[in-house]
């Protein structure tokens, strides 16, 4: 039947017979990382990256009915294939009762429309199919891309693009169309770029998805933003800040007045530690409106608005008609403009908590990036009661996770001692493969009148060398302690803190 010493495989040599691969639930293939790949000499051939046991080899023996022969590969190897394998599987199949003589030309705006009001039509199928996977990998972003040979569709999932299969270029434009139908997009529009909302249901959970299209010159590529409502809303020790840091952040959110800034490039959190923040506050004793673009999660107890450029709300005038309507507490999602810089920090100082995000690298170049808003010097030293400054690494998957003895390279480089090992993940179900699970917070907190007068001592020359670089290197520590703890991997400190 198999012997112990197995065949390897190089699965991208493999043919795979789709009527074979079939025969196998895509859950049993799941859950014990096999595929069966095709009959040779009247055996089935299954990948596999370990010798199952008695039960499941009688169990394939029966459900595939001939004598099997095993072949070991890399489990990451045989996900991609499950993965490529049954989603275009069940795309194949949810597209197969389109009628061939239909090509995309002939479907017009109105009877596309039409065809797709029901539900069980094969490319709404399709369409949801591929966006149910992307909410259960918990991607962020879902990408439809067209190119010459055929569409790719990939997903970001912890920040890092993942692909996920390749579809044909026949199947692309009903794919995409499915969407902007969705989307409430004008479907005719292939030249310009669009944008559009679509509440999407799955199970009890409502998910927002924000879609925009792009015309590429081989056709609009989609980008789907998807807004996870069902998560929740963690406290900040959650988050990855310290009980210290926890504390140090709560003391800047008793105050009365003043600004706080959330500083990150994009992708780094932000958001969901401003979020974090505001449910520490008391919304019972407070008036707390926030000002976002757009509302990610819904707060207890605060007022909050969403920007909506089209109709001309803006964060400035957001910001402008809050501060008619006695506000404690003002949440603005992003400081862009001039306009709202002196308005925020103007509130910031005649009695109002100011919480926003800036899209800088470090505490000291918010200051930076506020001067060259136009906002003068002692205006920001009035204003500016804290600035937490982070970035987000990946978390090795607790469940596949794995000591190694590092490289003279790892060694040098963290300044391990002898003897220290180091922690990365091999790979498992509860992962996908990836070998991470989730992410957490680096940072640094600059709070109290000394660490925020710092950033105003030196003349800007000085200041914009050494306080960047004392920044930088605060969040290396922050980031090499994770490696050397086994949360995260010398290859996310590499990633993160170049
Ligand atoms: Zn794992």
Redesign the pocket.
């Known amino acids: 039947m198999f012997s112990a010493k197995m065949e390897k495989v190089n699965m991208e040599d493999i043919s795979l017979e789709p009527d074979i691969v079939r025969k196998i639930p895509e859950e049993i293939a799941r859950d014990n990382c096999l595929i069966a790949l095709r009959r040779v000499n009247g055996k089935v051939i299954v990948a596999v990256d370990e010798i199952p046991d008695v039960t499941l080899v009688e169990e394939l023996k029966f459900i595939l009915g001939v004598e099997l022969e095993f072949v070991k590969s890399h489990r990451e190897k045989i996900h991609d294939l499950i993965n490529t394998y049954y989603c275009k599987e069940n795309l194949n199949h949810a597209l197969k009762d389109i009628k061939e003589n239909e090509s995309v030309s002939q479907l017009t705006a109105e009877n596309i429309s039409d065809r797709y009001r029901f539900q069980n039509s094969p490319v709404i199928k399709a369409a949801n199919y591929i966006i149910n996977k992307a909410i259960d990998e918990r991607a962020s972003d879902l990408h439809i891309e067209p190119f010459q040979e055929d569409a790719a569709i990939r997903m970001r999932i912890d920040g890092i693009i993942h692909e996920y299969i390749r579809i044909s270029t026949a199947v692309y434009p009903l794919l995409c169309t499915r969407i902007k139908i969705m989307a409430q997009m004008d479907i005719a529009e292939k030249r310009l770029p669009q944008d559009g909302k679509v509440k999407y249901t799955r199970g009890k959970f409502d998910y927002d998805i924000r879609v925009s299209t792009l015309p590429t010159i081989y056709g609009e590529k989609l980008v789907l933003r998807i807004l996870y409502r069902d998560d929740k809303i963690e406290d900040l020790n959650k988050l990855g800040f310290s009980r210290k840091d926890e504390e140090k952040i709560k003391n800047m959110l008793n105050r009365s007045s003043g600004l706080i800034l959330v500083t990150g490039p994009t992708g780094s959190g932000k958001t969901t530690t401003v979020y974090s923040m505001i449910s520490n506050i008391d919304a019972r004793e407070k008036n707390i409106v926030s000002i976002e673009d757009p509302v990610e999660y819904t707060l207890e107890g605060v007022n909050q608005v969403n920007v909506n450029l089209k109709t001309g709300l803006d964060f400035a005038l957001g910001l402008r008609s809050t501060l008619r309507q006695d506000p404690d507490v003002i949440m603005l999602g992003e400081i862009r403009d001039e306009e709202t810089a002196h308005m925020a920090v103007r509130a910031a100082v005649t009695g109002h908590l100011v919480i926003s995000t800036l899209h800088t690298n470090s505490s000291a170049e918010s200051v930076i990036r506020l001067k060259d808003m136009g906002v003068p010097e002692y205006f920001i030293q009035d204003a500016l009661i804290g600035v937490i400054s982070q970035k987000l690494v990946r978390k090795i998957?607790?469940?596949?996770?794995v000591e190694y003895v590092p490289s003279s390279e790892e060694i040098k480089k963290l300044k391990l001692s002898s003897g220290q090992v180091l922690y990365r993940?091999?790979?498992?179900?509860?992962?996908?493969?990836?070998?991470?699970?989730g992410r957490t917070v680096i940072y640094e907190i600059s709070y109290g009148n000394g660490e925020i007068m710092n950033f105003f001592k030196n003349d800007r020359l000085n200041f914009e060398d050494n306080i960047k670089e004392l920044g930088r290197a605060s969040m290396r520590e922050n980031c090499m302690k994770l490696v050397k703890s086994g949360v995260t991997t010398y290859g996310e400190f590499l990633r993160v803190c170049p």
């Not at 993940?425 to 699970?437: A, Q």
């Open positions: 998957c607790p469940y596949c996770r993940g091999e790979g498992c179900e509860r992962c996908n493969y990836k070998s991470y699970r």
